[in-house]
């Protein structure tokens, strides 16, 4: 039985990736909370000593005018090296920036993050001379955030 689900939450998550993947967004799933994800996020990094610029409720916004909204949140962090080097190709690179992780409960209960793939945010801003740097923030976001929302 925890197998079959296990199968069942990868191929739904496989199916969500895709959906999305052809619209510059990652998708993945967590397996924890999306107060819990988010935190688990912020610590890693704060560790490898990335800035924290804010952390968004938009369930405790829609709170505030008597709305429910399922839990759902964006993290906004970056590194200013990169992100300056990106700026230095295209400053209108910086409407994108610093990077965003939304962490969202859908319907079924289930955990999801998305954030702009950094190859999208290049193709948007016509970004060619940045290879090197594009290449460490995929493998970086991806590896950051596969730590916040695995199971070790």
């Known amino acids: 039985m925890r197998a079959t689900r296990f199968l069942i939450f990868v191929i739904v998550s496989m199916i969500a990736t895709a959906a999305t993947a052809d619209k510059g967004v990652v998708v993945k799933p967590s397996a924890y909370s999306v107060d819990e ?36 949140q964006v993290l906004i962090f970056g590194n200013p090296k990169m992100g300056t080097a990106l ?20 319907e079924q209960g289930r ?28 493998g970086a976001l991806s590896k950051l955030t596969d730590m916040a929302t695995s199971k070790p």
Request: cysteine-free; charged content about 25%; glycine content about 6%.
């Open 37 to 72: 994800t988010l935190d688990r996020l912020e610590r890693v990094l704060q560790k490898k000593g990335l800035t924290i610029f804010a952390r968004i409720d938009h369930s405790a916004g829609a709170a505030k005018i008597q709305l429910n909204l399922r839990p759902t």
């Open 87 to 106: 700026m230095h190709s295209n400053q209108a690179v910086g409407i994108d920036l610093p990077m965003k992780v939304l962490a969202w409960k859908d």
């Open 111 to 138: 955990v999801w993050i998305a954030y702009n793939d950094p190859g999208y945010l290049a193709d948007r801003h016509q970004i060619r001379d940045r290879g090197e740097v594009l290449k460490k923030m995929t």
